[in-house]
């Protein structure tokens, strides 16, 4: 039995909008009955305009050391918890700074022993897109109206997958988070997307099915139904993301993730594994990840 999230583990440790310790969050997801759990904190922001508001009493070198203490306690929590369960190390991207991320990434990558990244994107050229509605809001009138924004971040998300080409592609349709429920994007946006996934299965990725948006009362997982059911058709991989932030939110709301799945019509769902050193992709026959889900 597999049991299994590839999007989470971020702490109060190492992160100002989560809690508890990342030992703790790895405890809870022993306790939960996870066979393979993924940490991904949020790589550093290298510059003092990309720093939010509760960070305001930090700087950048702040960021980036704060980082490097999770790389390392991440790595020792790896081999520490090892025979209980398997632990993958990894980060999730920012497109940031704009002129030169996908260097500033590649170097992340490079600073450690890490085992995959989650692809997402947070921002549109520099301005955050998931931090407020207000913000949101005011970016959408910049950028147009609520398509244009929509078709920009499809670009910008498209373009991060075909550069850095993660294991994990991150909540996908991020940009509808403060338009829950959304019913669904328009033909252009959609375009986009495909383009997304595209990129994607040439980059041999995975969608990270995330029930984040779920749990807090943001509408569907993501992503949403039509988006999922065009990846199946295109044959790329799915694999899970509870989005937790501390000890509270380890596995909660991947029931709707898997139902989600189940409803696209997927048969099998993706997940990391260690063999021979390596860092693979198995599949689990949907029906076996159901039958090993702890009640």
């Not at 990309?50 to 700087?59: N, S, V």
């Not at 081999?79 to 500033?104: N, S, Y």
């Not at 994607?200 to 509408?219: I, P």
């Amino acid at each position: 039995m597999v049991w299994f999230s590839f999007h989470g583990g971020h702490s109060g440790e190492f992160c100002r909008h989560a809690k508890d310790t990342l030992s703790a969050v790895v405890e809870r997801a022993i306790a939960r009955g996870f066979s393979h759990y993924g940490l991904s904190e949020h790589a550093p922001r290298f510059r003092k305009e990309d720093l939010l508001g509760f960070e305001a009493d930090l700087t950048p070198d702040d960021l980036v050391a704060t980082f490097a203490r999770y790389a390392e306690t991440a790595t020792r929590l790896r081999d520490l918890f090892a025979d209980r369960i398997a632990l993958f190390v990894g980060f999730e991207t920012e497109r940031l700074p704009p002129d030169r991320w996908a260097q500033a990434m590649r170097e992340v990558r490079a600073s450690a022993a890490f085992d995959y990244i989650v692809g997402s994107v947070h921002d549109i050229d520099g301005r955050v897109i998931d931090s407020s509605a207000e913000q949101t809001g005011e970016i959408c009138e910049d950028l147009g109206g609520r398509e244009a924004m929509q078709r920009a971040y499809f670009r910008a998300l498209a373009d991060l997958v075909a550069t850095l080409k993660p294991e994990v592609v991150g909540h996908i349709d991020l940009i509808r988070k403060f338009d829950a429920p959304i019913v669904e994007f328009s033909p252009a946006v959609f375009r986009e997307i495909e383009r997304v996934l595209e990129v994607a299965k040439d980059a041999g990725s995975a969608l990270d099915v995330n029930c984040g948006a779920f749990r807090r009362g943001l509408g569907p997982v993501y992503p949403l139904p039509s988006i999922l059911s065009r990846a199946r058709a295109m044959g790329l991989r799915v694999t899970l993301g509870d989005d937790s932030h501390g000890v509270a939110s380890v596995g909660v709301g991947l029931d709707a993730s898997l139902a989600a799945i189940t409803a696209a019509g997927f048969s099998r769902i993706s997940y990391l594994s260690r063999e021979a050193g390596k860092v693979v992709w198995r599949d689990a026959a949907i029906e076996d990840v159901l039958a090993g889900v702890p009640r």
